[in-house]
């Protein structure tokens, strides 16, 4: 599966971004798309999971309410609209797919099968 981000850029804080993910290849065989991000300095960070099939969407606790994921199986993409923005927020954020053969947990905590190249969100204050 190969996966191509875009979306991201510098805003001021309390302004709004939308990221897309383009999936290619093998997406068939995918269970869940998702979004991570990477603060500089930091390790890499659940954001947001959607189920492909069902469209059951989790969210990380510190972006609920604020940030919003989708799907459009007919082109393959994933979508994270990302509002009220905040400094903290500022990170590399990163498209990845899930096979689904682990628990969802699991791939909460450790990543997601396939990744895309990230993709850069500043937000200053």
């Known amino acids: 599966v190969q996966l191509q981000a875009s979306g991201g850029g510098s805003v001021q804080d309390g302004a709004s971004l939308r990221l897309s993910c383009v999936a290619s290849g093998g997406t068939a065989s995918v269970a869940y798309m998702g979004w991570f991000r990477q603060a500089p300095g930091k390790e890499r960070e659940y954001v947001s999971i959607i189920s492909w099939s069902g469209g059951h969407e989790y969210y990380a606790h510190f972006v609920k309410g604020r940030f919003t994921i989708s799907r459009d199986k007919a082109n393959n993409t994933v979508y994270l609209q990302m509002n009220i923005l905040k400094p903290e927020d500022t990170a590399v954020y990163f498209c990845?797919?899930?096979?689904?053969?682990?628990?969802?947990?699991?791939?909460?905590?450790?990543?997601?099968?396939?990744w895309g190249k990230g993709t850069q969100v500043t937000v200053s204050s």
């Open positions: 990845g797919a899930d096979l689904g053969i682990r628990s969802l947990y699991t791939t909460m905590t450790y990543g997601m099968d396939y």
